[in-house]
Structures are given as structure tokens and as C-alpha cells.
């Protein structure tokens, strides 16, 4: 093996000395200009010749993939997969996500630079720089900025780079002779590394179930479960009543449920129904029409149901004039609250469903009692 | 400030036509769009002129080095507060008709009776003279000390400004949250943010960074500040890049605490800033003020890039006028009011503003001549 030089290093006092002789040293081409400092130097990457670093690119892409991802599975989890409203917020609530967005972003940014600084650009593991085996290294880690030129082949000559670094004004020169052993991964390494974590594990594991054990009252952290709070189904004194379920706040309404048509039949005549004619509405209507009412008020809804006779109660004959009259409103209001015999549909038909059915009345009421107009738009 | 001589006239033209129109706001459109108009032009003043007066106090607080060459610039920018003083004053015609507080009828309101002394006019002026007396104490301390550094080149100043600045920052703190809970958050008195004076305060620093971003840009256009170069920019658009961060995290926090909380008397608040065309205003406003200049100075170059750099910066001021609107003008109704008054309003004091400014960089030395560390701040490198 020829004796070589891994590189020469030219020791520099302040930033501006060796930002000043990088030129320089980069035009005697005798080697691979590297420079070694102990903070990052605003320019130096330009001033070598690096190219442009990706790291900034590398980041911006992950951050943003990491925005979209909280709010993607944070939108999926609370909206799609298992709707729920939280603190009578709508679902899906952009606002209770933006947090969790910043935090995602932060650590996928932050991960993309310092593992892709360090993996991907500065290529670790890689042990034992020849540098860290210099006189000038702990210069370099504290206040002296180094030049290097290093061999590029076997024709590097120490002599001439030494001189060309003292000739752009380093204060002092140190050849470096090329490492004995590979910087690079070994087996061995490896084996040292893992074998060190699997012990350090094992250590701490017996230490820790050893002094749980012997000493129960050093808890060795203090567990989230233990906190005071309140359980749904569980006692609790913080409550006067102490019970840890409380009942909603008197006027409060679940998100959907706004009550409707709370007055008198009268009042609620005003009320105008929401829903579109389309096919779509009508068979939600017929759909409802025959699960609830048709037992009572009849396929047609001349108030001669299946039911009829089992009752005292003789029901509506939605076909009446009395009832052709009436504006969709009062219908609204008696599937709501109920009327005479008849009992409150509410709390089995959505908002939705009972405006369809009262949709798919008028249209029971308008087949029975066709005009001549009707029957020209069939024909057509 | 401009290289073309001929912008004078033009800016007095401007000022004159503006008045006709402020004159003609308080005859024909009312004495409240008058005072809504009149205080947001002297928040906007008084924002750009603290905000200044801070960047110049943080100097001295960090003892920075880098900005000496550029120190001038803010300090030029900081003598707004002299005319928005007087503006201030006749401001103070605005409390009984604009702040609900102020009125007799308040004492009988539920929400409003105890802080009855605080909103009355007595007390609010006592504030507001107050709080103009700390900011004369900052221009004198920092700005006229540095002036005449110039000529007396006499580092003792350096030594009392240092001693000073923490102080000041107090004092910033006490005027720029006076000035916030006061004149803009006392419209809506029911309305409270703990918060807020540090939300003015951002869009306060950030429109004092971008006018003097501008200022240095445009100086560099006369081939003044010789030196100042692109490190020197680059700081600039750090601060500004990092401080629509700040503002956007500021007024995002504000605005989910009280979304989530729900409580009536907190969420009416962004309730009328987020129905109508003020809703399409307030998303403008997020992406003007914070997405917009984010992506704009997120890399590295584009700090160090004065065509961007000066887009940035005039962006930032419009932003900052569309903030302190955002602010101030949901009081006057649910429609937001944009016609002749808020443009002659607009005219008259842009036109004031730039008088003032373009005076102030033609007088004394450009760079603070007299300040030993000027030399190690034309040296700065990044």
C-alpha cells in the first residue's frame, strides 16, 4: 500500500478567513475542497460549489403530506368511519382538526430533515470520519474553521495542497494520513450495537419490576388513569347529586333534532314543506306512509285501515274535503304531536321522513280526486 | 420616498381630494362611518408607527448587530407616531358615538356596569393621553438619542438605549394592549379576548418589518444605504416570514377557543364575521395575511430576492389594512361598507402617510453614522 494522505487541512481564525480563501483553494484544483466548521456558515455551500441542498424541497412535500394526512384521518375516523358529534359540534369539524395538522406537520418535517440530513445527504452511519482523528478537530468543534483538501487518487500530493492552503492564509496545515480501517458499517458493529440496547433494556426492565414490586409506593411515573374525572356510570363527588352522568342543560338540543311545530295545529298552518317533489322523496314517503299510517288511515288514506275495527277511535279520512283543505303545515304538526287518538310520530320519523309523508298524502289525495289536466299529463 | 420628483404634488393632490371627501363623509354619510373611517386610519398610523418604534427597541434590547446599517429606516418610520398623536386626539370625538361603553345608557347594562369607569370618556381619554405620554418618552429615549448620535457620535447613547429598551418593552406591551382593548375591542364592549393586544401586536410588527423592508428596498433604489445588502434582507423577511406565522397562530387560537366554548357573549364575535359577504372578507384575510406570504418567503432565496421581498411587503400593508378593517368595521353593520368615504378616507391619509415618510428619509444621514457598532453591522454576513 503507498504511503497517501487522506487530506490536508488548512486552520483558519474566523469565518471570514476561510470563506475568503475557499476561491482560492477551489482554483488549485489539487483536491476535493471540503470545509469543516463548528456552526453552519450562511453561503459556504455556494461559496464550495455544492449543489442546491433537496433537504428544503424534501420538507415542504412532507409537511404538507403530513398536514393532509391528520386532516384525512381525522375527517375518516370522526366522520366517515364512526360518525360522532363531539361538544355539539358539527361532524366533521375543520376547526378541532387544525391542531392536531400543526403537530403532523411539525414531526414530519422535522423527521424528514434531521433523519433525511442525516441518512440520506450526510450518508450514516458512518463511523470514524478521518477528521475526528485530526489535532485540529477540537478546534473545529469549538472555534477554528478548517479548509480541507482531500485526495481524490492515488497522485494527491500533501506537499503542494499544504503550500496552496498556507498561500490562502491558514494560520496553521496538518496532514492527514488515510485511515487504516473501513469508516463504514461493520458486522461486528452491529452486533456490539444491538446486543448494548438488548442489555440496556433488560437492566432497566428488572430494575423497574424489582422496585415495583419491593417498593409498591415508588410508582415510577405517575399513570394518566389515576387522574380525577368523571366516568359515565360511575359515582362521583364532584357533582351535588353525585352521580358522575349529568343531565343535559334544561333547552338543550341534540344537532338535528331542532323542535319543530311546537305551537298549537294553528299556528304551525304557516309552516312550508322543505322537500322537493322528485321520485326520491316520494318513495321515502310511501315507504313511511305504509309502515305507520296505513294501518290506521288505509292503503288510500280514506280512513279505513286494517286497525279500524279494533279501535273505538274511527281514524281520519284523509280524503275528507276537511282534510284536502289543509295546508301541509297541519299535517306536519299531527304526525308531530298527534291528534285525538292518534299518537306522536316523532320520535320514530326524522325531520325528513315526515315532511315525505306529508309530500305523499297529497299526492294519495290528488290520485283519488284527479282533474281533467292530470290525466292530459299521463297521456303525454 | 419615490425617485420620481414629481410624486409630491401628486400626493398633496391626493390629500386635498381626500379631504373634500372626509368632509363630505361627515355631512353626507354620518357621524359613525366618519369615526369608524377616522379610527382605523389612526390605528393603522399608530400600529405602523409602534411597530417601527419596536423593531428599533428590540435592537437595542438583543443589542443586534445586523440592523445598525438598516436602524434608521425604522426609527424615520417610528416619527408617524408625531402625527398620529393629533389624529388620536380627534379620535377621541369618536367615544360617544362609536363605543357602546361610553354611553350613559351602559350603567344599565347587565354586562357593561361594571366596567362602567373603565369604558366611561373620562377615563378612556386619561388612557389614551397616557398611553401617547409612554410612547413620546420611547421616540425621545430611542429616536432622538440616535439622531443626535449622529453628530455627537457619542457611545454613551448605545449604553442608554440598552438600559432603556427593557423598559420600553414594557411599555410597548401596556400601549399596544391599551390601544387594542381600548379603540378596537372597546367597539364590541360585551366581547372580551384575553389575547387580543398581542393579536394587534402582531399585525403591528409586521406592518412596521414590511414598511421597512420597503423603505430599505427603495432606498437601495437611489443607490443610498450603500452596504446593506442581501444578508441584511434576509433577516428582514426571516421576521417577516416567522411573524405571519405568529399573527396566524394568534388569531387561529383566539378564534378556537371561542369556537369550541361556544359561549354566546364570546362567539358573536366571529357569529358576524363569518355570515354574509364578511365571511368571503375574513377567508380573504387568512389567505392574504398568512398562506399567501408563507408559500411567498417559505424558501430560503426568495428572502434574499428584493423583487419578492418588496411584493411580500406591500402585500403585508394591505393585509394589515384588511385586518384592522376586519376589526373595526363588523360594528357599523352586517354589510361591509366600501364606497367614496373609505376611499377618500384612504386617499387622504395614504397620502399623508407617504408626505410624512418621504420627508423623513430626506432629512440627516441615512445610516446611524454615529453608532460604534455600525461598522460590524455593514460586515454582517449570515
Given at each position: 500500500?503507498?504511503?497517501?494522505?487522506?487530506?490536508?487541512?488548512?486552520?483558519?481564525?474566523?469565518?471570514?478567513?476561510?470563506?475568503?480563501?475557499?476561491?482560492?483553494?477551489?482554483?488549485?484544483?489539487?483536491?476535493?475542497?471540503?470545509?469543516?466548521?463548528?456552526?453552519?456558515?450562511?453561503?459556504?455551500?455556494?461559496?464550495?460549489?455544492?449543489?442546491?441542498?433537496?433537504?428544503?424541497?424534501?420538507?415542504?412535500?412532507?409537511?404538507?403530506?403530513?398536514?393532509?394526512?391528520?386532516?384525512?384521518?381525522?375527517?375518516?375516523?370522526?366522520?366517515?368511519?364512526?360518525?360522532?358529534i363531539t361538544g355539539g359540534k358539527p361532524?366533521?369539524?375543520?376547526?378541532?382538526?387544525?391542531?392536531?395538522?400543526?403537530?403532523?406537520?411539525?414531526?414530519?418535517?422535522?423527521?424528514?430533515?434531521?433523519?433525511?440530513?442525516?441518512?440520506?445527504?450526510?450518508?450514516?452511519?458512518?463511523?470514524?470520519?478521518?477528521?475526528?482523528?485530526?489535532?485540529?478537530?477540537?478546534?473545529?468543534?469549538?472555534?477554528?474553521?478548517?479548509?480541507?483538501?482531500?485526495?481524490?487518487?492515488?497522485?494527491?500530493?500533501?506537499?503542494?495542497?499544504?503550500?496552496?492552503?498556507?498561500?490562502?492564509?491558514?494560520?496553521?496545515?496538518?496532514?492527514?494520513?488515510?485511515?487504516?480501517?473501513?469508516?463504514?458499517?461493520?458486522?461486528?458493529?452491529?452486533?456490539?450495537?444491538?446486543?448494548?440496547?438488548?442489555?440496556?433494556?433488560?437492566?432497566?426492565?428488572?430494575?423497574?419490576?424489582?422496585?415495583?414490586?419491593?417498593?409498591?409506593?415508588?410508582?415510577?411515573?405517575?399513570?394518566?388513569?389515576?387522574?380525577?374525572?368523571?366516568?359515565a356510570?360511575?359515582?362521583?363527588?364532584?357533582f351535588?347529586?353525585?352521580?358522575?352522568m349529568q343531565k343535559p342543560v334544561p333547552g338543550t338540543v341534540a344537532r338535528g333534532h331542532l323542535p319543530t311545530?311546537v305551537?298549537?295545529?294553528?299556528?304551525?298552518?304557516?309552516?312550508?314543506?322543505?322537500?322537493?317533489?322528485?321520485?326520491?322523496?316520494?318513495?321515502?314517503?310511501?315507504?313511511?306512509?305504509?309502515?305507520?299510517?296505513?294501518?290506521?288511515?288505509?292503503?288510500?288514506?280514506?280512513?279505513?285501515?286494517?286497525?279500524?275495527?279494533?279501535?273505538?277511535?274511527?281514524?281520519?279520512?284523509?280524503?275528507?274535503?276537511?282534510?284536502?283543505?289543509?295546508?301541509?303545515?297541519?299535517?306536519?304538526?299531527?304526525?308531530?304531536?298527534?291528534?285525538?287518538?292518534?299518537?306522536?310520530?316523532?320520535?320514530?320519523?326524522?325531520?325528513?321522513?315526515?315532511?315525505?309523508?306529508?309530500?305523499?298524502?297529497?299526492?294519495?289525495?290528488?290520485?283519488?280526486?284527479?282533474?281533467?289536466?292530470?290525466?292530459?299529463?299521463?297521456?303525454? | 420616498?419615490?425617485?420620481?420628483?414629481?410624486?409630491?404634488?401628486?400626493?398633496?393632490?391626493?390629500?386635498?381630494?381626500?379631504?373634500?371627501?372626509?368632509?363630505?363623509?361627515?355631512?353626507?354619510?354620518?357621524?359613525?362611518?366618519?369615526?369608524?373611517?377616522?379610527?382605523?386610519?389612526?390605528?393603522?398610523?399608530?400600529?405602523?408607527?409602534?411597530?417601527?418604534?419596536?423593531?428599533?427597541?428590540?435592537?437595542?434590547?438583543?443589542?443586534?448587530?445586523?440592523?445598525?446599517?438598516?436602524?434608521?429606516?425604522?426609527?424615520?418610520?417610528?416619527?408617524?407616531?408625531?402625527?398620529?398623536?393629533?389624529?388620536?386626539?380627534?379620535?377621541?370625538?369618536?367615544?360617544?358615538?362609536?363605543?357602546?361603553?361610553?354611553?350613559?345608557?351602559?350603567?344599565?347594562?347587565?354586562?357593561?356596569?361594571?366596567?362602567?369607569?373603565?369604558?366611561?370618556?373620562?377615563?378612556?381619554?386619561?388612557?389614551?393621553?397616557?398611553?401617547?405620554?409612554?410612547?413620546?418618552?420611547?421616540?425621545?429615549?430611542?429616536?432622538?438619542?440616535?439622531?443626535?448620535?449622529?453628530?455627537?457620535?457619542?457611545?454613551?447613547?448605545?449604553?442608554?438605549?440598552?438600559?432603556?429598551?427593557?423598559?420600553?418593552?414594557?411599555?410597548?406591551?401596556?400601549?399596544?394592549?391599551?390601544?387594542?382593548?381600548?379603540?378596537?375591542?372597546?367597539?364590541?364592549?360585551?366581547?372580551?379576548?384575553?389575547?387580543?393586544?398581542?393579536?394587534?401586536?402582531?399585525?403591528?410588527?409586521?406592518?412596521?418589518?414590511?414598511?421597512?423592508?420597503?423603505?430599505?428596498?427603495?432606498?437601495?433604489?437611489?443607490?443610498?444605504?450603500?452596504?446593506?445588502?442581501?444578508?441584511?434582507?434576509?433577516?428582514?423577511?426571516?421576521?417577516?416570514?416567522?411573524?405571519?406565522?405568529?399573527?396566524?397562530?394568534?388569531?387561529?387560537?383566539?378564534?378556537?377557543?371561542?369556537?369550541?366554548a361556544n359561549l354566546p357573549?364570546?362567539?358573536?364575535?366571529?357569529?358576524?364575521?363569518?355570515?354574509?359577504?364578511?365571511?368571503?372578507?375574513?377567508?380573504?384575510?387568512?389567505?392574504?395575511?398568512?398562506?399567501?406570504?408563507?408559500?411567498?418567503?417559505?424558501?430560503?432565496?426568495?428572502?434574499?430576492?428584493?423583487?419578492?421581498?418588496?411584493?411580500?411587503?406591500?402585500?403585508?400593508?394591505?393585509?394589515?389594512?384588511?385586518?384592522?378593517?376586519?376589526?373595526?368595521?363588523?360594528?357599523?353593520?352586517?354589510?361591509?361598507?366600501?364606497?367614496?368615504?373609505?376611499?377618500?378616507?384612504?386617499?387622504?391619509?395614504?397620502?399623508?402617510?407617504?408626505?410624512?415618510?418621504?420627508?423623513?428619509?430626506?432629512?440627516?444621514?441615512?445610516?446611524?453614522?454615529?453608532?460604534?457598532?455600525?461598522?460590524?453591522?455593514?460586515?454582517?454576513?449570515?
Amino acid at each position: 500500500m503507498p504511503e497517501t494522505s487522506y487530506a490536508v487541512l488548512g486552520i483558519f481564525d474566523t469565518p471570514n478567513a476561510l470563506m475568503a480563501a475557499i476561491p482560492k483553494a477551489r482554483a488549485a484544483k489539487l483536491g476535493a475542497v471540503e470545509a469543516y466548521t463548528p456552526y453552519p456558515i450562511h453561503g459556504i455551500d455556494e461559496a464550495l460549489g455544492l449543489r442546491k441542498s433537496p433537504l428544503g424541497g424534501m420538507v415542504l412535500v412532507m409537511g404538507v403530506i403530513g398536514a393532509l394526512t391528520a386532516l384525512g384521518f381525522q375527517y375518516w375516523i370522526s366522520a366517515v368511519d364512526y360518525p360522532i358529534i363531539t361538544g355539539g359540534k358539527p361532524i366533521g369539524s375543520w376547526e378541532a382538526f387544525i391542531p392536531i395538522m400543526f403537530e403532523v406537520t411539525v414531526l414530519f418535517a422535522t423527521f424528514t430533515a434531521g433523519l433525511g440530513m442525516l441518512f440520506l445527504l450526510n450518508k450514516l452511519p458512518f463511523f470514524g470520519h478521518p477528521v475526528l482523528a485530526s489535532k485540529a478537530i477540537t478546534g473545529i468543534t469549538r472555534d477554528r474553521y478548517v479548509l480541507a483538501l482531500e485526495a481524490e487518487d492515488e497522485g494527491f500530493d500533501s506537499t503542494a495542497a499544504a503550500a496552496a492552503l498556507r498561500a490562502a492564509g491558514a494560520v496553521e496545515v496538518e496532514v492527514l494520513p488515510a485511515p487504516d480501517r473501513s469508516p463504514f458499517l461493520t458486522s461486528a458493529f452491529i452486533l456490539r450495537t444491538l446486543g448494548g440496547i438488548f442489555l440496556a433494556c433488560l437492566v432497566a426492565g428488572v430494575a423497574i419490576y424489582s422496585l415495583t414490586k419491593w417498593f409498591p409506593l415508588l410508582k415510577p411515573m405517575v399513570y394518566m388513569q389515576d387522574q380525577p374525572r368523571l366516568n359515565a356510570q360511575k359515582p362521583s363527588a364532584f357533582f351535588k347529586d353525585g352521580h358522575g352522568m349529568q343531565k343535559p342543560v334544561p333547552g338543550t338540543v341534540a344537532r338535528g333534532h331542532l323542535p319543530t311545530a311546537v305551537g298549537s295545529q294553528d299556528a304551525s298552518a304557516n309552516l312550508v314543506n322543505p322537500l322537493p317533489r322528485t321520485p326520491d322523496v316520494f318513495a321515502v314517503g310511501k315507504k313511511v306512509f305504509t309502515t305507520r299510517c296505513e294501518v290506521c288511515h288505509g292503503a288510500v288514506g280514506n280512513g279505513s285501515g286494517s286497525l279500524t275495527s279494533a279501535y273505538g277511535a274511527k281514524a281520519a279520512n284523509l280524503q275528507s274535503q276537511q282534510f284536502r283543505d289543509y295546508p301541509d303545515g297541519k299535517i306536519y304538526w299531527a304526525i308531530v304531536n298527534g291528534k285525538n287518538a292518534m299518537p306522536s310520530h316523532a320520535p320514530y320519523l326524522s325531520e325528513r321522513e315526515r315532511w315525505a309523508v306529508v309530500h305523499y298524502v297529497r299526492a294519495l289525495q290528488r290520485a283519488q280526486n284527479a282533474k281533467d289536466e292530470d290525466l292530459k299529463v299521463v297521456a303525454r | 420616498m419615490s425617485p420620481n420628483k414629481n410624486a409630491s404634488p401628486l400626493l398633496w393632490g391626493a390629500m386635498a381630494l381626500g379631504a373634500l371627501g372626509v368632509a363630505g363623509t361627515y355631512a353626507a354619510a354620518g357621524p359613525e362611518r366618519f369615526w369608524a373611517n377616522w379610527i382605523l386610519w389612526f390605528v393603522l398610523m399608530f400600529t405602523l408607527g409602534l411597530g417601527s418604534l419596536f423593531i428599533v427597541a428590540l435592537e437595542h434590547l438583543v443589542s443586534a448587530r445586523w440592523s445598525v446599517p438598516v436602524r434608521r429606516i425604522p426609527e424615520r418610520l417610528a416619527t408617524l407616531l408625531l402625527p398620529a398623536i393629533p389624529v388620536g386626539l380627534i379620535a377621541l370625538g369618536a367615544i360617544p358615538v362609536l363605543y357602546p361603553g361610553a354611553r350613559p345608557e351602559a350603567a344599565h347594562h347587565p354586562l357593561l356596569a361594571g366596567k362602567a369607569f373603565w369604558l366611561s370618556l373620562p377615563f378612556f381619554s386619561v388612557r389614551t393621553l397616557i398611553a401617547f405620554g409612554l410612547v413620546l418618552l420611547g421616540l425621545v429615549v430611542l429616536v432622538k438619542g440616535s439622531l443626535s448620535q449622529d453628530s455627537t457620535k457619542d457611545p454613551a447613547f448605545n449604553l442608554r438605549a440598552r438600559k432603556f429598551a427593557p423598559a420600553f418593552m414594557a411599555i410597548f406591551a401596556v400601549v399596544i394592549t391599551l390601544i387594542a382593548f381600548d379603540w378596537i375591542s372597546g367597539l364590541t364592549p360585551e366581547w372580551y379576548s384575553d389575547i387580543f393586544g398581542v393579536y394587534v401586536f402582531a399585525g403591528a410588527f409586521l406592518s412596521g418589518l414590511a414598511a421597512t423592508a420597503l423603505c430599505v428596498l427603495h432606498l437601495q433604489d437611489q443607490n443610498r444605504l450603500e452596504g446593506v445588502k442581501g444578508d441584511h434582507l434576509y433577516n428582514l423577511g426571516a421576521f417577516l416570514f416567522g411573524f405571519t406565522v405568529f399573527w396566524s397562530y394568534i388569531g387561529f387560537a383566539q378564534y378556537m377557543l371561542m369556537w369550541y366554548a361556544n359561549l354566546p357573549d364570546e362567539v358573536i364575535y366571529y357569529k358576524v364575521r363569518l355570515a354574509g359577504a364578511w365571511r368571503a372578507i375574513t377567508i380573504s384575510l387568512a389567505c392574504l395575511h398568512f398562506i399567501l406570504p408563507f408559500f411567498a418567503l417559505v424558501t430560503r432565496d426568495s428572502k434574499k430576492d428584493p423583487r419578492r421581498m418588496r411584493r411580500v411587503a406591500y402585500l403585508m400593508l394591505g393585509a394589515h389594512v384588511l385586518d384592522m378593517y376586519w376589526l373595526i368595521f363588523p360594528t357599523l353593520g352586517a354589510k361591509p361598507l366600501f364606497s367614496w368615504p373609505e376611499i377618500s378616507f384612504a386617499l387622504f391619509f395614504i397620502g399623508g402617510i407617504l408626505l410624512w415618510i418621504r420627508g423623513a428619509m430626506q432629512k440627516g444621514e441615512d445610516m446611524p453614522v454615529g453608532d460604534p457598532f455600525l461598522r460590524e453591522g455593514l460586515e454582517f454576513r449570515l
